[in-house]
C-alpha cells in the first residue's frame, strides 16, 4: 500500500503564534451537557382509553376522562394536547353485551389530574375538549388500524390506557367526522 503526501502544508492546520489574528472574533461550540438543558418542545402522545360506553358517555357530556375506575397515576402520563379516544367493549361495566365501539375522541386539556365526584366515592380526572363525533363499531375497522394487526390485540387493552400510534389516531379522527367508506377511498387512493 502507497501512501501519498497531503498537498496541505502543517502550518496551514497549525498556524504559528505570530499569524494568529487576534482581533478575530472565535465561535465556540456549546459544551455536550448544555444541550440537555434546552428545553424541546413536547411531543404529543396518543392514548386508547377503556371504558364502557355509559361512563364514556358521561365524560363526553361533562367534558372530561377518567381511567382505571378513578387512579391518578395512568392520568399522570397524559399531557395537555395529548389525543385521546377511547373504546367501549360493552353498554354497561361488566356486562359482555359485545358493543366493542370507538365512542369518544378528543384532546386533553391544561391541568392536572384533579378529584371529582362519583355515585360510589371520588375519581382523579382530567378536562378533555371532545369532538363533537358518533360512535363508531370496531369491527368494520380491524383491518385498517396498525394496533389491530396483532392476532391478540384486544390482551393489551387490558390495562385500561395504552399508547396509540399517531397514524390511528389520526385515521379514527378523519372516520368518526365523515363518512366511512369515503375515508377508506380516500385511503385507498392515497
Not at 48 to 69: D, K, P, T, W, Y
Not at 163 to 172: A, N
Amino acid at each position: 500500500m502507497i501512501f501519498k503526501a497531503s498537498n496541505h502544508s502543517d502550518a496551514a492546520l497549525f498556524p504559528r503564534e505570530d499569524q494568529i489574528n487576534r482581533g478575530a472574533a472565535v465561535r465556540l461550540l456549546p459544551h455536550a451537557n448544555s444541550l440537555s438543558r434546552r428545553r424541546e418542545p413536547e411531543q404529543k402522545s396518543y392514548w386508547l382509553a377503556v371504558a364502557s360506553a355509559e361512563h364514556v358517555r358521561i365524560g363526553r357530556q361533562h367534558g372530561f376522562m377518567q381511567v382505571n375506575h378513578g387512579k391518578r397515576a395512568p392520568l399522570q402520563r397524559i399531557k395537555p394536547g395529548d389525543g385521546i379516544v377511547y373504546y367501549s367493549p360493552s353498554v354497561k361495566m361488566g356486562e359482555r353485551d359485545g358493543f366493542q365501539s370507538f365512542t369518544a375522541i378528543g384532546f386533553v386539556r391544561e391541568g392536572e389530574p384533579y378529584l371529582g365526584e362519583m355515585g360510589c366515592g371520588k375519581a382523579y380526572r382530567k378536562d378533555v375538549d371532545w369532538l363533537d363525533a358518533p360512535e363508531q363499531p370496531l369491527r368494520p375497522l380491524l383491518g385498517w388500524l396498525d394496533f389491530t394487526q396483532d392476532k391478540n390485540w384486544g390482551y393489551k387493552l387490558r390495562f385500561g390506557l395504552v399508547e396509540f400510534g399517531q397514524s390511528d389516531f389520526e385515521f379514527l379522527e378523519e372516520i368518526l367526522m365523515s363518512e366511512l367508506e369515503v375515508v377508506k377511498q380516500r385511503r385507498l387512493q392515497a
